[in-house]
């Protein structure tokens, strides 16, 4: 059975920082792109972010890039998500989800697998 589970999400003041974790298992980490998506109460869900865990190549939204970085400990199944100079309109539940055999892309109905979501709130 495969499970992601996310951990990491606070509640943080506006500016500051937070790390995000998504480990994986029941899967061949190597073989798949792990994308970080999030979704803001009233509003769609957005794809933010994603890496292959294959080549290590990422992409990052508009939205994120320039503050987030995302990264990949294959020895760990665990994917990292890093926030700085968060702002309240980063307040949304986070989700990472597992795509297998796609090209980079943060396009959430071609992902097979999520975990379910951990919470970040910034406080203004």
């Known amino acids: 059975e495969v499970q992601l589970v996310e951990t990491g999400g606070d509640l943080v003041q506006l500016g500051g920082s937070l790390r995000l974790s998504c480990t994986a298992s029941g899967l061949t980490f190597e073989n798949y792109v792990i994308g970080w998506f999030r979704q803001a109460p009233g509003k769609e869900r957005e794809g933010i972010s994603c890496i292959s865990n294959t080549d290590g190549a990422t992409v990052y939204e508009d939205s994120v890039k320039g503050r987030f970085t995302i990264s990949s400990d294959n020895a760990k199944n665990t994917v990292y998500l890093q926030m700085n100079s968060l702002q309240p309109e980063d307040t949304a539940v986070y989700y990472c989800?597992?795509?297998?055999?796609?090209?980079?892309?943060?396009?959430?109905?071609?992902?097979?697998?999520w975990g379910q979501g951990t919470q970040v709130t910034v406080s203004s």
């Open positions: 989800a597992a795509a297998e055999g796609v090209t980079l892309t943060t396009y959430g109905p071609l992902y097979d697998y």
